[in-house]
């Protein structure tokens, strides 16, 4: 069945430090992979998209993910972690079926907290 | 000029209950969905419609019944709330179906009691 592993429930970096959140799939074929961030009490917001192409995809924020094939994975990162960008991060994947159907999966999700 | 909203934002209600939460979005996208975001921030898909037919109906309790008037809106009903509906519902849309980036409401947080 296709799913979406995120292992680490919960990550806390220091201010400044670097930061990977790890996300792995599991799908017969490569899909659409997606990061969201959830801030306390709102929506979630797109941070990047992976359709095709070169594996390293810039998002906002100055976050960046790789895609790698070989690992299924998914990997976001930031070199700089600032106190704003404590929060929820989901990845997702976006499955094809055919036609007009698909799904889209969200992981469990990764909760950040930042130390000053 | 909130790209995707939701009202209301809170619901309190108690069980037995019919309710109704509204989802409209201006970004002329085709796709649109309902998700259910639980306790432990899990987001389970409910429903998807693109350009006002259903496509994803996932396993849920037929209390819950979505509707497009038109590809701007989908409203979500539930009848006879249950305590296990209390949860946070997100409403999405996405500019190229079902399986690209979606753009999520703020949410509406519905307690049952």
């Known amino acids: 069945a296709q799913s979406v592993t995120q292992p680490d429930i919960h990550i806390t970096v220091s201010e400044g430090a670097s930061l990977e959140l790890r996300c792995n799939y599991s799908?017969?074929?490569?899909?659409?992979l997606f990061w969201y961030v959830q801030s306390p009490g709102q929506g979630l917001q797109l941070l990047l998209k992976?359709?095709?192409?070169?594996?390293l995809v810039q998002g906002i924020k100055g976050f960046e993910a790789e895609f790698k094939r070989s690992q299924s994975s998914f990997n976001l990162r930031k070199p700089s972690v600032h106190w704003s960008d404590a929060a929820e991060y989901f990845c997702?994947?976006?499955?094809?079926?055919?036609?007009?159907?698909?799904?889209?999966?969200f992981g469990k999700g990764t909760k950040l907290s930042v130390k000053p | 000029d909130t790209a995707v909203s939701q009202t209301p934002k809170y619901l309190v209600t108690q069980m037995g209950n019919d309710k109704s939460i509204k989802c409209e979005q201006n970004?002329?996208?085709?796709?649109m969905y309902w998700y259910k975001q639980d306790s432990k921030k899990f987001l389970k898909i409910m429903f998807s419609?693109?350009?006002?037919?259903?496509?994803i109906n996932e396993t849920v309790p037929n209390r819950f019944s979505p509707k497009s008037p038109d590809k701007a809106h989908l409203n979500l009903h539930i009848n006879s709330l249950e305590l296990g509906d209390s949860a946070v519902y997100f409403c999405?849309?996405?500019?190229?179906?079902?399986?690209?980036?979606?753009?999520f409401g703020q949410g509406t947080r519905l307690t049952v009691v």
């Open positions: 999405a849309s996405s500019p190229r179906g079902v399986n690209t980036e979606a753009f």
């Open positions: 992976y359709f095709s192409g070169d594996t």
């Open positions: 970004l002329g996208h085709d796709t």
């Open positions: 419609y693109n350009n006002k037919e259903l496509i």
């Open positions: 997702a994947v976006g499955l094809f079926y055919g036609g007009s159907q698909g799904n889209l999966i």
């Open positions: 799908y017969g074929a490569t899909p659409y």
